[in-house]
C-alpha cells in the first residue's frame, strides 16, 4: 500500500469542488434559448381527467406551449416500464397497469402530471400552470394495502384485478410445514415497516434539448445510470434511437435509489423539446420531490420462526404484502421478492424457510428502491423476530443468535442465495466488547435510579451487494445485465484516463478509483482522472446502485488496468532489452528486477504513441477496455448494537451509544467507509424513530414537506463507535463487498430492540416516537398491573 494507495484515508479529490461551490449540477447548466417547464398535477388521488382547458395559459406572457398528457400519448410515446418480470407462484405475469408520461384519462396519485408549460421563465412557467383549467370526476381511492386488498375496494388498473400484481413465493413450503410440526417452540411475530420519503439533497432534474439538424438529443440529468437512462428511454419510450441520444449525469447531489429510475419528468422535457423545438428545462421542487420522487419501503408482514428444545431455528415462514403505489416503477418488482425475501436467512443457519409476498397497487406515489432495497426491511423483519424470540425463550439475546449463525462456508440458503465466506461471531464479539455487555445491567440499575429507562437492542445483519452474475440475473427476471465497465487511457505523457460505467453521486468514486490505479502503477492519484455520466464519452455501463460500485466497477478497473499493464511491461522490456518477466512496476517507474535499470511510466506512455521502438507487431497505443460480470453477489455483514434511555414521563427515546461493527472485506479508503456507515446509520435511524410518508383519507400526502416529515438532526444521532473485521471475497479481484447500504440496513431494528427492551412492550412499530413509546409504556404498565 502506497500513501495514497489501496488502503489509505485518502480525502475524497472531489470535495473541494463541492464545498467551494464549483459543483456542476443540472439546473447550473444553461443553454441558448433555453425555455423552462412547469408541470400541472393532480391535487386527487383518483380521478377520471374530464377536459383540460389550457387556452387562458397560453395567451399569457411568456409563454412558449402547453401540453397535455393526450398530446404525448398521440405521438406514440410509450408508457414507463418496470423491468424486472416476476411471476406469481401460479407461473403467471405480473399485473402491470400502463403508466403513461402525463395521464391522459385517469390519475392514480396525488401529484400525477396530467399537462406541462414551457415558458421563457420558471416563474412564468409556474403563473400559467396556475391558469391551466382541468376538470376532474373524483374516483374513489385506497391510500393503504388494507383498504386496497378489501372486497369493493376501488379498482385502480383493469390490467391488475383486486389491485394484486402478483402473489410470489419463494422456498419449500412442505418443509416449513414440517419443521413447526416438530418445533418445541414457535414465534410469531408481525410488524410494519413504514413509508419513507428519500429526500436526497440535490431534487431531481433534466436538461433536454433537440438539435433539429441532426435529429439528435441530448438530456442532463440527475440520474445514477445514465446508460440504462439512454437504453430505456429509446427502446421502449421511442423518444429516439439510441444512436441519437446522448444522456448526461453531471455532479449528482445524492440519489439513494431515487435517481435509479426513469421518470415522466425526464420524457417529457425530451418530447417538449422537439414540440417546441427549444431546449427545455425542468427543476423540481421539494414539494414536487415528495409528491413525486419514488418512495420506499411500506410493508405489512406476518412471520413465524420454529425453534427445538434447544433453541435452533427449524424453519421460518413470512407472509408479506408490500405496497407498490399507484404504479410499477422500473425496479420495483425485484425489491419485494429477490432483493427482500432472498436475505431472510440472514446470519442463521435455518433449514427451511418459505415466504409469500403479495404485490398491491394503492392510490399513492410508486415505491421503488430506497437505500438497501429490500435488504433493511428483510434485516428489520428478521432481527426484530429473533430479539422476540429470546424474550419469549428467555434465553440471552446475543446467544441466541450465535447459537444459530452461520459457522461453515460457503453457505447455500434456502432461499437462492449462497453465502462466500464470513465470520459473523467475531463481530458480535468484537460489538459486544465496544458496547461493553458485561457492564449494562449496572448502567440500566443506574438509569432506573434516575427515573429513567435503558434498553439495549441488537441487529445482526447481512445484504446481498454487487448483483450479480447476469445470467442469474436474468433467469430471476431482471431486463438487463448487471456487469460493469472500464477503460484506462495511459496517455502520451503518463497521466491516466479512467473511464467507468459506474456514477458517482456522493461515494467517492474520483478518489477511490483513482487509489486503485496509484496502487498499481505507485504514482500519486493526482495523475488520475476518473470520467464518467456520460454517454458519448463512456462506453455502455451498469451505474451505481445496491452498493455495487467498489466490487463491479472496480473490479472492471481491476481487469482493464491487467491489460494495460502487461503491455506496458512488453514495451518497458523492448526499451530496456530485458526480459518481460523481469520487469517490476514501482513508484511509478518500470524496473528490471536484480538491476538498476529502470523506466519511467510517461516515457513507456510515450514510446506506445510515437511507435519508433515497439516490438515487432505491437500496435501503438496505450489503452485498454474491460467488462466484469462477478460470479456471485457479495455479502457484506455485522453486528450492531444500540443501548437507548427512554424518558418515563414523555417516551423520548435518547442514543447513549451505537456500535457498527461491519464486514466489508479490504477497504480501499477506510475514511470514507467510514462515511458511508454514518449516512446509512443516520438514515436507519431515522426510519426508526422519526421518518413516514403519511396519506389522510382522501389520499393527500400530509408529510409532503420538511414541516410535517421529520428528517434526523444532528442532536438525534450519537457519536458513532465504528469498527471493523475482514473476510476478503473470494469472488472479485479485490476482495471487496460494498459498503453503501449496511447502516441503513442494520440500523433500525437494533433501534426498535433497544427501545422495546427498554420499556418491556415489544408492541411498537416505527417510527418510535415519544407518542408511541409513551403509548406502549402505558400499555405495558397496564399488563403488569393486571
Known amino acids: 500500500m502506497g500513501v495514497e494507495g489501496i488502503g489509505a484515508s485518502v480525502v475524497r479529490k472531489e470535495d473541494r469542488r463541492f464545498i467551494t461551490g464549483r459543483g456542476r449540477y443540472v439546473d447550473d447548466i444553461k443553454v441558448m434559448g433555453m425555455t423552462h417547464a412547469y408541470f400541472v398535477r393532480s391535487p386527487h388521488a383518483h380521478a377520471k381527467v374530464i377536459s383540460i382547458d389550457v387556452e387562458a395559459a397560453k395567451a399569457m406572457p411568456g409563454v412558449v406551449d402547453v401540453l397535455t398528457g393526450q398530446q404525448i400519448v398521440d405521438d406514440k410515446v410509450g408508457n414507463l416500464i418496470c423491468g424486472w418480470a416476476v411471476h406469481s407462484k401460479d407461473g403467471s405475469a405480473m399485473k402491470m397497469g400502463a403508466w403513461p408520461a402525463m395521464a391522459p384519462e385517469t390519475v392514480r396519485f396525488v401529484g400525477q402530471a396530467v399537462a406541462v408549460v414551457i415558458a421563457e421563465s420558471r416563474n412564468l412557467a409556474r ?107 429509446s427502446a421502449f419510450y421511442n423518444i429516439a434511437p439510441e444512436h441519437k441520444l446522448r444522456v448526461v449525469a453531471p455532479d449528482v447531489g445524492g440519489g439513494f435509489g431515487s435517481k ?54 427449524l424453519g421460518l415462514r413470512v407472509k408479506t404484502h408490500a405496497n407498490f403505489g399507484a404504479y410499477m416503477s422500473l425496479f420495483s418488482s425485484s425489491v419485494p421478492t429477490y432483493l427482500y425475501a432472498t436475505l431472510l436467512s440472514g446470519q442463521y443457519n435455518i433449514p427451511a424457510i418459505y415466504a409469500e409476498v ?107 451487494c454487487g448483483i450479480a452474475p447476469s445470467k442469474a440475473v436474468g433467469s430471476l427476471g431482471s431486463g438487463v445485465g448487471l456487469w ?44 488520475v482522472s476518473i470520467v464518467h455520466g456520460d454517454t458519448d464519452k463512456v462506453q455502455f455501463g451498469m451505474g451505481t446502485y445496491g452498493s455495487r460500485s467498489a466490487a463491479v466497477g472496480m473490479s472492471a478497473i481491476f481487469k482493464a488496468m491487467e491489460k494495460v499493464e502487461k503491455k506496458a511491461k512488453k514495451i518497458a522490456a523492448h526499451q530496456l532489452e530485458a526480459s518481460e518477466d523481469d520487469i517490476v512496476i514501482e513508484n511509478g517507474e518500470f524496473k528490471v528486477t536484480g538491476t538498476d535499470k529502470s523506466i519511467a511510466l ?44 427512554v424518558d418515563k414521563g414523555t417516551g423520548k427515546s435518547t442514543i447513549i451509544k451505537f456500535v457498527a461493527v461491519d464486514d466489508f472485506g479490504r477497504l480501499i479508503n477506510p475514511m470514507i467507509v467510514d462515511g458511508q456507515v454514518h449516512g446509512g446509520l443516520a438514515q436507519g435511524i431515522g426510519q426508526a424513530i422519526l421518518e413516514q410518508a403519511i396519506y389522510d383519507d382522501t389520499g393527500q400526502l400530509i408529510t409532503a414537506s420538511f414541516m410535517d416529515y421529520a428528517m434526523p438532526r444532528a442532536d438525534d444521532v450519537p457519536s458513532f463507535d465504528i469498527s471493523h473485521t475482514t473476510t476478503l471475497c473470494p469472488g472479485n479481484p479485490l476482495g471487496v463487498k460494498g459498503c453503501g447500504e449496511a447502516g441503513a440496513i442494520g440500523a433500525s431494528a437494533a433501534v426498535i430492540n433497544a427501545i422495546t427492551d427498554a420499556i418491556g412492550n415489544n408492541k411498537l412499530d416505527m417510527p418510535a416516537t415519544p407518542d408511541r413509546v409513551w403509548h406502549a409504556m402505558q400499555a405495558s404498565l397496564q399488563q403488569a398491573a393486571e
Open 127 to 233: 403563473d400559467a400552470a396556475e391558469a391551466v383549467v382541468v376538470h376532474y370526476e373524483e374516483l374513489p381511492s385506497a391510500h393503504h394495502i388494507a383498504m386496497a386488498i378489501a372486497p369493493g375496494a376501488p379498482q385502480l388498473h383493469p390490467e391488475a384485478p383486486g389491485n394484486i400484481v402478483y402473489d410470489w413465493s419463494i422456498g419449500e413450503e412442505k418443509a416449513v410445514d414440517e419443521a413447526f410440526a416438530k418445533a418445541a417452540n414457535v414465534v410469531t411475530f408481525e410488524l410494519v415497516n413504514n413509508r419513507l420519503v428519500p429526500n436526497a439533497m440535490e431534487p431531481r432534474a433534466a436538461l433536454a434539448e433537440y438539435n433539429e439538424a441532426e435529429e439528435h438529443f441530448t438530456l442532463h440529468t440527475t440520474s445514477q445510470n445514465p446508460h440504462v437512462a439512454r437504453l430505456v428511454l
Open 358 to 464: 403479495i404485490g398491491v397497487y394503492t392510490n399513492t406515489t410508486p415505491v421503488d428502491a430506497y437505500r438497501g432495497a429490500g435488504r433493511p426491511e428483510a434485516c428489520y423483519l428478521l432481527e426484530r423476530l429473533m430479539e422476540t424470540a429470546a424474550r419469549q425463550l428467555k434465553v440471552d439475546p446475543a446467544e441466541l443468535r450465535r447459537k444459530n449463525f452461520i459457522t461453515s462456508f460457503p453457505h447455500q440458503t434456502p432461499v437462492i442465495m449462497a453465502y462466500d465466506i464470513g465470520d459473523f461471531g467475531a463481530s458480535l464479539d468484537a460489538a459486544l466488547k465496544a458496547i461493553d455487555y458485561a457492564g449494562f445491567p449496572a448502567r440500566r440499575e443506574k438509569a432506573k435510579s434516575e427515573g429513567k429507562l435503558r434498553g439495549l437492542g441488537f441487529s445482526c445483519y447481512i445484504e446481498a
Open 602 to 645: 510517461p516515457m513507456v506512455a510515450l514510446a506506445a504513441y510515437t511507435a519508433h521502438n515497439l516490438p515487432d507487431g505491437m500496435e501503438p497505443g496505450l489503452k485498454e477496455g474491460a467488462f466484469y460480470d462477478p460470479t456471485n453477489f457479495t455479502f457484506p455483514a455485522g453486528s450492531y448494537i444500540c443501548e437507548i434511555e
Open 484 to 527: 460493469e465497465s472500464a477503460e484506462v487511457r495511459v496517455n502520451p505523457v503518463g497521466t491516466i484516463e479512467i473511464l467507468t460505467g459506474s456514477h458517482s453521486h456522493g461515494q467517492g468514486h474520483e478518489t477511490t478509483f483513482a487509489q486503485l490505479v496509484a496502487d498499481r502503477l505507485g504514482i500519486p492519484i493526482s495523475q
Open 260 to 313: 435509479i429510475f426513469i421518470y415522466p419528468e425526464e420524457m417529457v422535457a425530451l418530447w417538449a423539446s422537439k414540440k417546441v423545438r427549444r431546449p427545455v428545462k425542468w427543476t423540481g421542487d421539494r414539494n414536487e420531490a415528495f409528491l413525486t420522487d419514488a418512495h420506499g419501503r411500506d410493508h405489512i408482514s406476518k412471520a413465524e420462526m420454529a425453534f427445538d428444545a434447544d433453541n435452533k431455528i
